[in-house]
């Protein structure tokens, strides 16, 4: 679990002593509090401003200050918890299918990206998609490899989880 959270936290902030990670569904912040609990780590969660959707849990930086990503198992958690954050699929049933990561750290990206073709996902060309935005990248996972990524990766965000239990 601390490995998905180093991936989830891509999508977190830092503020002192605690990270942030903040969404839109209240299920998925309540679920990550709730794991982090059951490691024996404080997290409490809220709502931030009375007219925003948004929902954060908050915890403490210092229980995964330590956090190797070696072994298999570590990087598939590593990088489903960064395709929550960081990772897309169509919001919209119906729609063409896409799987793709984003991120403004290059360098970051192809790690993951790496960790991927690791265990056999293909995966397309790292790219930035607008000129309006330079230090924006992203990849999309190959057609041929969705059905592996859904399988082998897979998501514990209630909406992507969804999009990807469709394809197994």
């Known amino acids: 679990m601390k ?5 989830a936290l891509h999508d977190g902030s830092n503020h002192g002593n605690t990270y942030r990670i903040v969404q839109k569904e209240e299920e998925y912040v309540r679920w990550i509090a709730d794991e982090l609990h059951q490691m024996g780590i404080s997290a409490w969660v809220y709502r931030e401003g009375a007219e925003r959707h948004l929902f954060v849990v908050e915890f403490s930086k210092s229980r995964l200050s330590e956090i190797k990503i070696n072994s298999l198992e570590e990087k598939t958690e590593y990088i489903r918890g960064y395709f929550d954050a960081e990772g897309s699929v169509p ?5 063409r299918m896409y799987i793709y990561f984003c991120q403004k750290d290059r360098k970051d990206l192809e790690e993951v990206k790496t960790f991927l073709e690791e265990l056999g996902i293909v995966c397309g060309k790292t790219h930035n998609p607008t000129f309006k935005e330079p230090d924006y990248w992203r990849f999309f ?3 041929k490899s969705y059905k592996a990524f859904a399988s082998k990766i897979g998501s514990r965000h ?3 989880r969804k999009v990807l239990e469709k394809m197994i």
Not at 91 to 95: D, E, H, R, V, Y
């Open 3 to 7: 490995a998905y959270l180093l991936g």
């Open 91 to 95: 919001l919209k049933s119906g729609a």
């Open 141 to 143: 996972i190959g057609c």
């Open 158 to 160: 209630p909406r992507k």
